[in-house]
């Protein structure tokens, strides 16, 4: 949610608007991240603008956000907090790495659970993802 609404959307230079956004930090470390979710229509639009989207963009490829905000959603925010960075600062730990329940490797592979995995071309249609495989040669 952009401080100053739409009014600031609509006059000020993008760069310059700020959101309600919030952090709770501890020795330099980011422990929980949050903010004010917007929520309303007119507001969306004019930001998916400012990004280069047309209305008629946003509700085609974001129906279901498009269609609720229709019917006026509430006032809403959230913040998630990082149980593992505190635990690592209160282990001492130089890196989440180490404290981490469910670590994923430098290539982003999760051992334990042998992830990512193959996708089928059936759960690709599904979701309609095409992959263009090219051969390096």
Known sequence: MPQGGLEALKTKDPLDILAYQYDIVCNGIELS????????T???IKAFEIAG???????????ALFNAFQYGAPP???IAPGVD??????TDEPS???????PMNS???????????EV?????REVHIKVDVKENK
């Open 107 to 117: 290539k982003a592979q999760d051992l334990l659970m042998g992830a990512p995995g």
């Open 33 to 40: 991240s949050g903010a004010v979710r917007n929520h309303d």
């Open 76 to 78: 809403h925010a959230g």
């Open 96 to 102: 989440i790495r180490e404290v981490i329940a469910f």
């Open 42 to 44: 007119e507001i969306m």
């Open 120 to 124: 089928t071309d059936q759960q690709l």
């Open 53 to 63: 989207y047309t209305k008629e963009h946003i509700e085609k490829k974001f129906p």
């Open 85 to 90: 960075r505190m635990i690592m600062l209160i």
